[in-house]
């Protein structure tokens, strides 16, 4: 089956580096989103990797290991408006589709 | 640039009622999505189309869900009669077409609450 995991919730202090973890097993990879989700609020668009190794844009970094199914993202220099749910999304196969699955989202409480 | 449009934002019904929810994709995004949103859980995909064809539905509670994109744009979820189990947040999402790494625009959802 399609499944992804994620740590449920996160604590981290202003100012600190936090990582999210995000493990998968699909069938096929094509891709794996990150996106992040304000209380109330509708997701929005991260990073993407398709290719092992990391990607920085900026604050957030993200890392792929195909290999190992795995991903996390890496957030630094943290700000309270960075409190939030961050989901994880693999795009895997299903029959001739690419569907993109999703996992259940970390939330995240920085605290001053 | 537009975002992705919805409406309503909010709605309450009772039990067995029907409700429909419209999206307005972003122009020029040829592939369009309905999820469902629970709280406290990630997206689930109810149906995509492309164009104005269903490429996936498989999650779609077909004896009480339907959805349409006649013209290939604009787009509408209907739930045909509503249960207690259907409270959840409806996002619609866009993106240029079906490949890897097209991202998903959101629209702000609708929050449905069934009593």
């Known amino acids: 089956g399609q499944n992804i995991d994620q740590p449920t919730e996160m604590t981290a202090t202003e100012g600190a580096i936090v990582q999210i973890n995000c493990t998968y097993q699909t069938s096929g990879f094509n891709g794996l989103f990150w996106y992040q989700q304000h209380a109330g609020e509708a997701p929005t668009f991260l990073s993407y990797?398709?290719l092992d190794g990391l990607e920085e844009k900026g604050r957030f970094s993200s890392f792929l290991s195909r290999s190992k199914g795995y991903s996390y993202l890496l957030l630094k220099e943290l700000q309270m408006k960075d409190s939030a749910s961050y989901l994880c999304a693999v795009r895997a196969t299903a029959g001739n589709n690419r569907k993109l699955i999703w996992g259940l989202g970390t939330s995240l409480a920085v605290n001053p | 640039e537009a975002g992705v449009a919805q409406s309503p934002r909010y709605k309450i019904i009772e039990k067995r009622q029907s409700v429909a929810f419209w999206c307005n994709p972003i122009s020029g995004h040829a592939t369009l999505y309905w999820y469902q949103q629970i709280l406290g859980q990630g997206p689930k995909l109810l149906i995509q189309f492309q164009n104005n064809g269903v490429v996936d539905d498989s999650q779609l509670p077909k004896d009480r869900f339907s959805a349409e994109r006649l013209k290939g744009v604009d787009s509408t979820l209907k739930i045909q009669p509503a249960k207690l189990e259907d409270s959840a947040v409806y996002l619609c999402?866009?993106?240029?077409?079906?490949?890897?790494?097209?991202?998903?625009?959101f629209g702000p959802g609708t929050r449905l609450t069934v009593t």
């Open positions: 990797n398709v």
């Open positions: 999402a866009s993106s240029l077409g079906p490949l890897s790494s097209y991202e998903q625009y």
